[in-house]
Every structure is written in C-alpha cells, then in structure tokens.
C-alpha cells in the first residue's frame, strides 16, 4: 500500500506579514487601551510554544495600572521612560529558578526525572531557566502580534530594582521588558536593513 501523503499547513502571506515582515519596534502609541481579557488571551496562547522538557520557566507580569506604572518609572532607562509610561501596557518577561518545582504538573510522565536534572544543579538551572524564558518571551511577541498588537521590546532597566519592586521575597529574575499596545506608525523610522541567508546562514 502506498504511503499516505503528509498534509502540510502553513499559514497565509498576510499572517506573515503582520507576525513578522511588516511588523515593528514600536516607541509611539496609540491612546487605545488593552483589555484584560485580551491579555488573559495572549498568554494562553503563547504557553503552547515548546520548551525544554516543559518546564516553562517564564513567569510574567503585565503593568498596566497608572499606580503600576509608576512604580516602574523611576526603574527604567532615560531613554525608555517616557515611552514605557505612554505604553498601555508593559510586560515584564522574568524567569523562575524554582521552575523545576512544578515538574508534577509540567512532565506528568516522568516528574521525579525532570525535577532530578536541575534541583541542587544551580549551573544548569541558570541556563534553562534564561534560555526558555527567553524563548517564551519572543512568543509572547509573536503571538501579541497574531493578536493585532504592537510590540516594543527592551533592555534598559534596573534589573535588580525589577525585582525587587515586582517580585519580592521570590527566585525570579527579570529578563526582559515588552511594551504592548497600538503603535503610531507615523512615529516611526525607515526599517533598519537586515543580513542576507548568506550573511548569516549556511546549510550543511
């Protein structure tokens, strides 16, 4: 009997275009506020973006309260303030060392296992733990966009004061920072050029 042929599926040419070959960095923003239900959304779409072994270190915080936002100011980059403050709302993309204790739950196959690779191994819990948040917070982008929203990622911030302002008494470190919302696309600049496959790239 023949092979069944495999279906393939890929999403259209406009999806790419929102998702990632018009999207931007924005620093502008719309005055368009973010419903929570609409952020409940975007996380329970980018928890399904593979990590190692499940372990699903990322823990986020989305500010968007004045009083939130306010506590964040004075922790942000000169460069960063003000656009932040305009921005409806910013996630905070942190990474948990503890991820590992919830191994019941994440890898209900084998949850002793999992646990074992990284409790008492601070080494490879560090890499884990920033390399898959990491990850999950360029879901978070890609999904925010399929959402219809903008994104400004950054550095520029006092990581230390990150956490202790939002996560306190916790093993949770702050990776990054994403402002989310509805960019002005009249604020922005040209694209910046990006490397060519050859510039970057090779297949062996």
Not at 34 to 59: E, M, Q, W, Y
Not at 104 to 119: I, M, N, Q, T
């Amino acid at each position: 009997m023949a092979a069944e042929k495999l279906e393939t599926q890929s999403v259209d040419n406009e999806a790419l275009d929102i998702i990632f070959r018009k999207a931007r960095t924005h620093s502008a923003w719309q005055k368009k506020e973010v419903p929570d239900a609409l952020i409940k959304n975007l996380h329970d779409i980018l928890k399904f973006g593979p990590t190692s072994a499940n372990v699903c270190p990322a823990r986020f915080v989305f500010v968007k309260s004045k009083e939130a936002k306010e506590r964040l100011k004075p922790l942000m980059a000169e460069g960063n303030r003000e656009k932040t403050m305009l921005a409806p709302v910013t996630a905070i993309i942190a990474y948990d060392l503890k991820f590992y204790e919830k191994t019941d739950k994440l890898a209900p196959h084998d949850p002793k296992g999992v646990r074992s690779w990284f409790e008492g191994q601070p080494k490879a819990i560090q890499e884990t733990a920033f390399r898959n948040s990491s990850l999950q917070g360029a879901y978070l982008i890609i999904a925010a966009r399929a959402l219809g929203l903008d994104c400004g990622p950054m550095s520029g911030f006092d990581a230390e004061g990150v956490k202790k302002e939002f996560f306190p008494d916790q093993d949770v470190v702050p990776n990054f920072l994403c402002n989310l919302g509805y960019g002005d696309p009249s604020k922005l600049y040209p694209r910046a050029p990006r490397l060519g496959f050859d510039e970057s790239s090779k297949i062996i």
